[in-house]
């Protein structure tokens, strides 16, 4: 196969919602994409905060905090999209991995594990993490095809912007750093 035959893979990209969106659930959101290949693609939500608390988590799972649990009781949880609602996922620097860790990019992994929610508990968890349920997915071919019809900004993903706590301004800046302002497009933008 010869360079320009080659697929463009889009992991460790931010997909921002278009003004556009159809989709409800998606609509304003920007979403981290971790995985995606011939097979389709796999990505979390990152500016959706659910009602529930980190707090909340321990508490469902049963994790005792060794250290002062208010902060965790300020700390929201996403909805990290609408497939697997009930399965927690948790994005989280790489300076150390926990059993299920998926390294992304040399700063950036994803994680499973309960052990890992354990370790935050108790103050030996990662610096910059990231409390999700649910991710997006999408079967092969579909999620070009959305970005196809302009359903989808994509942009190189930044980590500062996936472990902000500012939910409302992540869509913006996402997009602020291809110099882009989605107030300014239009709900029907067109192919050039």
């Known amino acids: 196969m010869n360079e320009t035959n080659s697929p463009c893979y889009l992991e460790n990209q931010f997909l921002i919602a278009m003004p556009r969106m159809e989709d409800s659930y998606f609509a304003n959101t920007v979403t981290y ?5 011939d ?3 796999l990505g979390i939500v990152i500016n959706k905060p659910l009602e529930a608390s980190v707090a909340d988590i321990f508490a469902e799972l049963e994790i005792e905090c060794s250290i002062e649990d208010g902060p965790f009781r300020e700390e929201a949880v996403l909805a990290g999209g609408p497939v697997e609602r009930d399965k927690g996922f948790i994005i ?3 300076r150390k991995s926990w059993e299920s860790s998926i390294s992304i990019t040399e700063e950036i992994s994803i994680c499973t594990s309960k052990s890992i929610l354990e370790d935050i508990a108790n103050g030996n968890g990662p610096e910059n993490y990231l409390i999700a349920l649910g991710c997006a997915g999408w079967e092969a071919g579909q999620l070009e095809r959305e970005i196809i019809t302009n359903a989808w900004l994509t942009v190189p993903a930044d980590p500062a912007l996936i472990f902000s706590s500012d939910y409302k301004n992540k869509t913006q800046r996402a997009a602020s750093i291809l110099g882009v302002d989605l107030q300014q497009l239009a709900p029907a933008a067109g192919h050039s």
């Open 33 to 37: 994409l971790w995985r995606h290949n």
């Open 92 to 94: 989280h620097d790489a």
């Open 39 to 41: 097979e389709g693609a």
